[in-house]
């Protein structure tokens, strides 16, 4: 093969896919970029259930009509007739799905990209089981009967790894078996299953991850009968450049947090912030799980065992959390939110005590204040209501930012190697992105893809932030001045540095005026 071939586009040729959670923001990106990229793709086939009125096929119809399939729309036009809905869901039986359809999988499809899962890190157990756990089941089922299958792809998580120091790129053994925790949870009623949670997870700090680690050992089972392969995505971060530079459309992870300090309403949160980042960007996980498939289906993967991979991206670029945090402050600051309610001016705490502090004076006294202006003026309250999920969500995910992670990645990072130059090209994975740059588009495509807010804005919302610094600066001081006053009033020698401040005070224009002695 010449090394300005694509191996990978030729092996998708003709090939059908099937797809579970294609509707996520992973799911969007793996259909635009296997359309745009392999466009000799023949179907594929997504697991997609009607939602809020929408039918699957209107689901479909309104994300094509997204600004992340502008560039597909232009170069295939008809592409959309290559993506077919199927009607169902992780958590019925046969996925909900009817005899035709499972028959149509089983006589077409090559390649399964089980995506589907739910992101809740607060969901009850039974939940992320029936869909993370019993939904994984569900899929392998239909996928040993499938009569051409080349490739059946797992998406995991990184962070299955609560009981290992060291997370290597292998499968590693459940200490419940999946299959007995799917019965535990049909049987056991809700409320005994709730109180047993934490004794069943553990070492796992929410069901989410176990429910996941439960899922890989049921992929791993089923080595001698399916080609599996599993990756092990990190926190997914916006696109560097496909389909948009900044793409996102969800407000999971690092993207809810950075909307709420950027809106001045998360004011502290506890993370240490000399610890690596453990980040990908989306379209780098989809490139390089496209490029999975092919060696797994291929037989070129090298490995003896079940393949797995962690995509993480820290082994190539280290990147801590406050370095992330100090340039994307300067960048939120030259583009602020819409709606913003205080100076976006918090940061990251490593002590748990002084953040619960500053969580006390900034999130909850305000949205106390904030509540009881509303049922003055006769509205109803909301910021209490807001400041507790905000508060929970912290919560679950101080596991994750005061915590170390050690991933060995290998695997991932050797992908680029076997691949032509034109493959790596099309499908880069471990280009290194300028981070003012990479920050200043996810910021901007958060702004206008997630949160729905025009840049035509920015102006006003620049003047409007430039208020809320006076304001921020006027309490801050404020506060600090009344504090210092209270302590001039029981110790002596405070009051004497106090009296001397107001003298000093006094000389200042317009500031002086209230200093001086009536």
């Not at 994984?136 to 040993?144: E, F, H, P, Y």
Request: glycine fraction near 6%; include cysteine.
């Amino acid at each position: 093969m010449r090394k300005e071939d694509s191996p990978v586009t030729e092996w998708y040729k003709n090939k059908t896919i099937f797809i579970t959670g294609g509707s996520g923001l992973m799911g969007k990106v793996m259909i635009e970029k296997l359309l745009y990229s392999c466009p000799e793709i023949k179907n594929i086939y997504i697991l997609i259930r009607s939602k809020r009125g929408k039918t699957p096929k209107q689901r479909i119809d309104d994300m094509w009509k997204l600004p992340m399939f502008e560039r597909l729309r232009k170069a295939q036009p008809d592409a959309i007739k290559k993506i077919i809905p199927l009607t169902g869901d992780l958590y019925s039986e046969n996925l909900g799905l009817s005899s035709t359809d499972i028959e149509l999988l089983v006589k077409e499809v090559n390649i399964v990209f089980h995506m589907g899962a739910t992101l809740k890190l607060e969901a009850k157990l039974d939940d992320a089981v029936k869909q993370n756990t019993a939904g994984t089941a569900r899929v392998l089922d239909i996928a040993k009967q499938m009569e051409h299958i080349e490739v059946f792809m797992h998406f995991s998580t990184a962070f299955c790894s609560a009981d290992i120091e060291v997370f290597e790129e292998r499968v590693y053994p459940s200490k419940d078996s999946p299959r007995d925790v799917i019965e535990i949870t049909k049987w056991l009623n809700s409320d005994a299953l709730e109180s047993a949670t934490p004794s069943i997870i553990a070492p796992h700090p929410n069901t989410y991850t176990y429910s996941k680690r439960l899922a890989e050992t049921l992929v791993a089972d089923e080595k001698d009968h399916l080609p599996v392969c599993i990756v092990r995505p990190a926190i997914v971060i916006p696109a560097v450049n496909e389909p948009l530079p900044g793409w996102v459309d969800n407000l999971n992870g690092p993207i809810g947090l950075m909307v709420g300090a950027g809106k001045g309403v998360i004011r502290s949160m506890h993370c240490k912030g000399e610890n690596i980042g453990q980040f990908i960007p989306v379209d780098y996980a989809i490139n390089a799980s496209i490029c999975i498939a092919y060696f797994v289906g291929t037989q070129q993967t090298g490995l003896d065992d079940v393949p797995v991979y962690n995509l993480t991206s820290s082994s190539v670029f280290k990147l801590t959390y406050r370095e992330v945090l100090d340039q994307g402050r300067h960048i939120i600051y030259d583009y602020p939110f819409e709606m913003q309610v205080w100076y976006p001016d918090g940061d990251i705490r490593s002590s748990k005590i002084v953040h619960n502090a500053y969580s006390l004076f900034f999130h909850w006294l305000p949205a106390i204040l904030i509540d009881f202006l509303m049922i003055i003026i006769r509205q109803k309250p909301f910021m209490l209501r807001i400041q507790k999920k905000i508060y929970d969500g912290l919560e679950l995910l101080h596991f994750f930012s005061v915590r170390q992670w050690f991933f060995k990645s290998e695997n991932f990072t050797g992908l680029v190697n076997k691949l032509t130059e034109t493959d790596r090209k099309k499908f880069p994975m471990l280009n290194l992105p300028i981070l003012e740059e990479y920050l200043r588009n996810a910021i901007l495509g958060t702004r206008q893809y997630c949160v729905k807010e025009d840049l035509s804005s920015l102006p006003r919302c620049r003047r409007k932030q430039k208020v809320l610094y006076v304001i921020h600066k006027t309490a801050v001081y404020g506060f600090y001045y009344y504090i210092f006053y209270l302590l001039s009033c029981w110790i002596p020698p405070v009051k004497i540095l106090f009296d001397g401040m107001k003298s000093i005070l006094s000389y200042i224009p317009v500031v002086g005026y209230y200093f001086v002695e009536k």
